[in-house]
């Protein structure tokens, strides 16, 4: 049985506790899984080093993904994702304060189901992650597979 988490994959403290907070104040129930680079999050995601024990079949819900991010940077996570036949269909919305045209296209040809550039003020900011929420928690029906 899946968690119906979400995983953030998300280097900067401070953009993790406004995403934390964000959740926290729409009432987003589903718990929140955070990887601080890439390596972390494959790791999760494949259920290997420090995450080996968990349950591989276990997905997340959503994958909420910022680009720039050490070791393996956002664009590689979402390529070894889809690349993947267990994890090609978790839904991948890239989150991130890039506004670089060439990320926008690679996103989209690797694969991502969105990509939303973060707000700077907060209000703004807690605001995208409540629409996200409940759009890919709520009104999305994810694949048989993934989520459930």
């Not at 591989?56 to 070894?80: H, I, N, S």
């Not at 670089?100 to 003020?121: C, T, W």
Request: glycine share 4%.
């Amino acid at each position: 049985m899946n968690s119906n988490c979400i995983l953030l994959v998300e280097d900067n403290p401070s953009d993790v506790r406004l995403t934390r907070r964000a959740l926290q104040q729409s009432h987003i129930a589903n718990p929140l899984v955070v990887a601080e680079d890439g390596r972390e999050a494959l790791d999760y995601l494949f259920a290997l080093g420090a995450h080996e024990s968990r349950d591989v079949a276990d997905l997340p819900r959503l994958v909420l993904l910022d680009l720039k991010l050490p070791r393996v940077d956002g664009l590689e996570v979402l390529r070894q994702l889809r690349a993947n036949e267990h994890t090609r269909l978790v839904p991948v919305v890239i989150l991130t304060s890039s506004q670089e045209q060439q990320d926008i296209l690679a996103g989209y040809d690797l694969g991502a189901n969105s990509y939303v550039r973060k707000p700077v003020d907060f209000t703004r900011f807690a605001e995208a992650v409540r629409t996200l929420g409940l759009y890919w928690l709520l009104l999305n029906e994810p694949p048989p597979e993934v989520g459930r």
